[in-house]
C-alpha cells in the first residue's frame, strides 16, 4: 500500500534501474499522463502495453492509491489498450498526487500516472502587516472560500512603492496556514508600499485586495522587559506592578502605550486594564486578599517619528506572579456583637462611603496620587484589628 502511494515520487528511479524489465518505459504506457483536474471531474484514462511483451488488454487491471478499480469501470479497445473510466473525482489526497497504476494479471506495475484532482485558487484574504522595531515587514494572509485547492498552490506575496519603484517578489516565507513572508531589506520609511497576494495552481490563478500602508504606521516591538510584581506594604487588595520600555526602541521618538492583563492562579480568564497610559508602574486595587495573581504587559509604539497612527501590540511579556496578603480580618474572626456592631454601625458607613469615593478617585494606574488611600486602607486595617482584639479581650 505504501508503494503505491509514494509512485508518483518513486516511478522514475525505479523505471532507471537495470535488470527491471516489467517496469521499463518500453512496457506500457498511460495517457493522459499525470492530469490535472478539477473536482468532480471524470477521466477516461487508457493503457498502452507494447506487442512485443505478448500481453494482452483483457488481463490488465487497474488500481487507484493501491485499492483495485472495478472491472465494470474498464473497456478492452484493443489487444494492446484497455481504459478506465472514473466518474466524479474526489480531490487529491495528497498534494503529491493520487496514484492511478496498470498492472498485468500477476500484479506486476505495467505504468503508473499521478492524478492532480483539486481546485484554482480563490482570492487571499485578510492581509495584515506589521513591522518589529521597523526593521522588516512581515505580512500575512489566509486562502480564500474554503480554504484547500487540494493541489500544490503557489503564494507569492508583492509590493512596490506607491510613487515609483518597480514591482518586487517577498522572498523569506512560511507555508502552513496562515500563510506569511517577511521583507527584511531595501526597506523604506516615511514611503507607502502597494502590498498584495497573487496565488496560482495549474488550474488557475487569484489575486488578493491592494493594501497602502507606510511602515512607521504598523510598528510593533518586543513585549516590555524586567517585569516586576510586588506587595504594596501590608495592603491586602493591592500589588504593584513595573516594567521598563521595550529597549529595541530606546532611540526612538514616540509616545508609548501599555496595558495591563491580569488573573486569578486558579482562573484562565484575564481581566484588562487599558488606562495605564505611557507610564512604567501601575497599582493594581480591589484585589482578593491572600491570592496569588498572574499578571502580564504589552506595548503600543505610539506614534513612532510622529505617525498619526498607532501602532501594533506587541505580544504580552512573560507571566510574572505574586500574592496578596492574607487579611487579618478572616484569619481573627468576625465580630458577633450586636451591640457593638450597633455602636459602630455609623461610623462604619461614613467610613465605607469615604473610602468608596477615594477609591474611585485613585484605582488603578492614574496619575492621580495613591498616598491619600494608602493611609485610608492601613487606618481601616488597624481600625479592624484592634476592634477585633477588644472584643476577643471582652469574650476571655
Not at 524489465?21 to 477516461?44: C, E, F, K, W
Not at 478572616?330 to 451591640?339: I, Q
Not at 496619575?367 to 471582652?394: F, I
Request: glycine letters at 8%.
Amino acid at each position: 500500500m505504501k508503494a503505491a502511494v509514494d509512485w508518483c515520487l518513486l516511478l522514475l528511479p525505479l523505471l532507471l534501474r537495470p535488470g527491471v524489465l516489467s517496469l521499463s518505459t518500453h512496457v506500457a504506457i498511460i495517457y493522459p499522463q499525470d492530469p490535472v483536474l478539477r473536482m468532480g471531474s471524470n477521466l477516461t484514462a487508457s493503457c498502452w502495453v507494447h506487442p512485443e511483451h505478448g500481453v494482452h488488454a483483457s488481463a490488465l487491471f487497474w488500481t487507484l492509491n493501491g485499492q483495485q478499480l472495478s472491472g465494470s469501470l474498464y473497456r478492452v479497445l484493443s489487444p494492446t489498450n484497455m481504459s478506465v473510466t472514473l466518474v466524479g473525482l474526489n480531490a487529491s489526497r495528497q498534494k503529491s498526487g493520487d496514484n492511478l497504476m496498470c498492472h498485468n494479471h500477476k500484479g506486476h506495475i505495467l505504468a503508473g500516472s499521478c492524478l492532480y484532482v483539486g481546485m484554482p485558487p480563490e482570492k487571499p484574504v485578510n492581509l495584515t502587516c506589521w513591522s518589529r522595531n521597523t526593521k522588516d515587514l512581515t505580512c500575512s494572509w489566509r486562502p480564500g472560500g474554503r480554504g484547500e485547492t487540494n493541489i500544490s498552490t503557489k503564494y507569492t506575496l508583492k509590493y512596490k512603492l506607491r510613487w515609483y519603484g518597480k514591482e518586487k517578489e517577498c522572498e523569506v516565507y512560511t507555508h502552513t496556514q496562515p500563510y506569511s513572508c517577511s521583507i527584511t531589506r531595501d526597506l523604506h520609511l516615511f514611503t507607502p508600499y502597494e502590498i498584495w497576494v497573487e496565488a496560482s495552481n495549474q488550474l488557475g490563478w487569484a489575486t488578493s485586495d491592494v493594501i497602502t500602508l507606510d511602515i512607521l504606521d504598523v510598528v510593533t516591538t518586543d513585549p516590555p522587559a524586567g517585569v516586576t510584581v510586588s506587595r504594596v506594604g501590608q495592603l491586602e487588595d493591592q500589588l504593584s506592578v513595573r516594567w521598563e520600555a521595550p529597549p529595541a526602541l530606546k532611540d526612538y521618538l514616540f509616545q508609548a502605550k501599555y496595558q495591563i492583563r491580569y488573573r486569578l492562579e486558579d482562573s484562565q480568564d484575564w481581566k484588562v486594564m487599558d488606562d495605564v497610559g505611557n507610564q512604567t508602574s501601575c497599582r493594581l486595587a480591589g484585589l482578593r486578599p491572600g491570592t496569588v495573581y498572574f499578571v502580564q504587559v504589552r506595548c503600543n509604539p505610539v506614534g513612532i517619528f510622529g505617525s498619526r497612527k498607532a501602532g501594533i501590540w506587541s505580544e504580552w511579556s512573560h507571566p510574572m506572579a505574586a500574592s496578596t496578603p492574607h487579611s487579618e480580618r478572616l484569619m481573627t474572626g468576625s465580630c458577633d456583637s450586636k451591640s457593638s456592631g450597633d455602636s459602630n454601625s455609623t461610623l462604619r458607613r461614613e467610613l465605607k462611603q469615604f473610602f468608596g469615593w477615594v477609591r474611585k478617585h485613585a484605582y488603578g494606574c492614574s496619575s492621580m496620587s495613591m498616598k491619600l488611600y494608602d493611609q485610608w486602607r492601613v487606618l481601616m486595617q488597624k481600625s479592624h484589628k484592634a476592634r477585633n482584639q477588644v472584643l476577643e479581650g471582652d469574650k476571655s
